[in-house]
Nanobody
């Protein structure tokens, strides 16, 4: 079992930056693929970025070059550095932990990011 809690969301102007954090507790954090997803009102939840246990990363085309995902296994935390934010980045951002090849898939409650002037 893994419990996830996101933090760092808020209101930011276009072009600004935010850093999201997701703290995990419970099972062995380092073996999980960690990810950030987002969901805007009226839209489906979509992938933002993932990072595997070995550190390989994957990004949605819409955030490549602007967002960076990283993890600190000692702190059981995954981060999402978001730069050059756009209004279309406005959404609730969710942290995900997935153990590949198993049914172990966990979500945090989400944190709101609003990009507006």
């Amino acid at each position: 079992q893994v419990q996830l809690v996101e933090s760092g969301g808020g209101l930011v102007q276009p072009g600004g930056s935010l850093k999201l954090s997701c703290a995990a507790s419970g099972s062995i954090f380092s073996i999980y693929t960690m990810g950030w997803y987002r969901q805007a009102p009226g839209n489906q939840r979509e992938l933002v970025a993932t990072i595997t246990r070995s550190g390989s990363t994957n990004y949605a085309d819409s955030v490549k070059g602007r967002f960076t995902i990283s993890r600190d296994n000692a702190k059981k935390t995954v981060y999402l550095q978001m730069n050059s934010l756009k209004p279309e980045d406005t959404a609730t951002y969710y942290c995900n932990a997935n153990l590949v090849g198993t049914s172990r898939n966990y979500w945090g409650p989400g944190t709101q990011v609003t990009v507006s002037s």
